[in-house]
């Protein structure tokens, strides 16, 4: 986690081809921390799944990334593939606010994603997520080790949130009912709660922090200062 007391500018926004270079270079640094595919990969994911694609950046640099789509076949359900957030970063929720982002203002009712077996933040993240929205987490074997060949490659555990409506998702919260003060509303798309102070740890010690959320609807841009 960052180690200064210092206001943080956090802004979310949609992934772009100009993004690549350092979403690889991200990616790459935070291995095992998460997987990597090819250039290739990512530079589709940006020409053809921008909308449900995001990056976090801090002080112009990209400290976390997070990519899904809404499936073909069930096109009620968004699948998120893919997400990382820079070491010192972490801890901080961004991962929970990504997952969030991606989902706003979209037409679904459920939210996959895959997690390994030794991976606990993103099972953390989905639970999580479950909660806020007041639904279900049902978990389930997707990929196994012999369908891998036993190759090293270590099962794929689907967790499965939903269902959910629109009302649920325009009301949740970004975080715990129990560091939540409502403070005015900003505008944050279909998004119509309050967000206010949050009580989060840096180092050993606890202090207050005010997020400001703005939402540009046509671009999906978020900012938040922390």
């Not at 990616?27 to 909308?51: H, I, Q, W």
């Not at 801090?58 to 990334?65: N, T």
């Not at 099962?155 to 949130?161: M, S």
């Amino acid at each position: 986690m960052i180690e200064n007391k210092e206001k943080l500018k956090f802004k979310i926004r949609n992934l772009e081809l100009q993004d690549i270079k350092d979403v690889y270079k991200l990616l790459t640094e935070n291995r095992p921390y998460v997987g990597l595919n090819s250039r290739y990969t990512y530079f589709l994911l940006a020409k053809d799944f921008s909308d449900t694609c995001v990056v976090v950046e801090h002080k112009g640099k990209i400290i976390g990334f997070s990519s899904g789509y809404i499936s073909p076949n069930k096109k009620d359900t968004f699948i998120s593939w893919e997400a990382v957030v820079q070491e010192d970063f972490r801890g901080n929720n961004l991962q929970k606010l990504m997952l969030v982002h991606q989902i706003i203002g979209k037409r679904v009712k459920y939210f996959e994603g895959t997690v390994n077996p030794s991976n606990e933040a993103p099972k953390r993240s989905f639970r999580d997520l479950a909660q806020l929205l007041e639904t279900k987490c049902e978990e389930s074997m997707l990929f196994s080790g012999d369908d891998f060949e036993n190759d090293g490659h270590e099962p794929e555990i689907l967790f499965r949130v939903g269902p959910f409506s629109k009302e649920q998702i325009n009301k949740v919260k970004l975080f715990s009912e129990r560091h939540y003060e409502p403070i005015e509303k900003p505008m944050f798309m279909q998004l119509d709660d309050n967000f206010g102070n949050l009580e989060c740890k840096e180092s050993s010690q606890t202090y207050n922090m005010t997020s400001k959320l703005k939402m540009r609807h046509a671009s999906g841009n978020m900012e938040l200062t922390c």
